[in-house]
């Protein structure tokens, strides 16, 4: 239901997630990956019951939303759904397109009383741990902030003395931008200039031991 969504902890907030609820779900190591709403390729990569990741059909107000790769078009916001199904076994002749899962999703719709939310999820440096090679450096944590924010409104489409569309039309609005600054903390080796002249004679591992370069 949409009020279980909503207290999920959806990672990357992405709704199509839920389905790792499924017995048989799993992702692949990208699908791990937090991503933006927009980018739905990665989060999409879901097998069920060892079916490929192709094979899932994902319906949005029984709209397919996929292109080629068998990858989510669009992700609608989590605080703008208001039910997830998932089927994964003996489907019926209208998914017939379907060899691993059917996952449907059904938005919100306004109501008679017009209601709305306001919401935020925020991520920052300040709540983070140092990763293992910040520790073993004793350098500063790595710039990481994250946050999602966003809005819903819904209600009867009237209007003064010409229109009142309690219990006949509604309307549901929602908007959600993400915002995001990280950096991330590389260890490499590059060459000295005697190594790149072909010297190797003080060749040294980074604990200062020198390596004996053999013919």
Not at 113 to 133: C, I, M, Q, W
Not at 187 to 199: E, F, H, L
Request: aromatic share 12%; charged share 15%; hydrophobic share 30%.
């Amino acid at each position: 239901s949409g009020d279980t969504i909503a207290n999920l902890p959806i990672n990357g907030r992405n709704i199509y997630m839920v389905t790792r609820l499924m017995p048989g779900g799993n992702t692949s190591a990208a699908g791990e990956r937090r991503q933006a709403q927009s980018w739905t390729l990665a989060p999409s990569n879901i097998s069920i019951n060892g079916a490929p990741v192709q094979g899932n059909a994902v319906l949005v107000d029984g709209v397919i939303d996929q292109f080629g790769t068998g990858a989510m078009s669009y992700g609608p916001t989590t605080d703008s759904v208001q039910e997830v199904q998932v089927q994964t076994f003996a489907l019926s002749a209208e998914y017939g397109q379907s060899a691993g899962s059917i996952t449907s999703i059904t938005s919100k719709s306004g109501t008679n009383k017009p209601h709305g939310s306001v919401y935020e999820n925020h991520n920052s440096t300040r709540l983070n741990a140092r990763d293992f090679f910040g520790n073993k450096l004793n350098s500063p944590k790595s710039q990481n902030r994250y946050n999602t924010y966003g809005v819903t409104f819904g209600g009867p489409i009237y209007i003064p003395r010409l229109y009142d569309g309690c219990n006949q039309m509604f309307f549901f609005f929602t908007y959600e931008a993400d915002r995001e600054l990280f950096g991330y903390r590389a260890v490499s080796t590059v060459p000295t200039a005697a190594i790149r002249d072909g010297d190797f004679s003080d060749y040294r591992l980074t604990d200062g031991r020198l390596v004996q370069i053999y013919n």
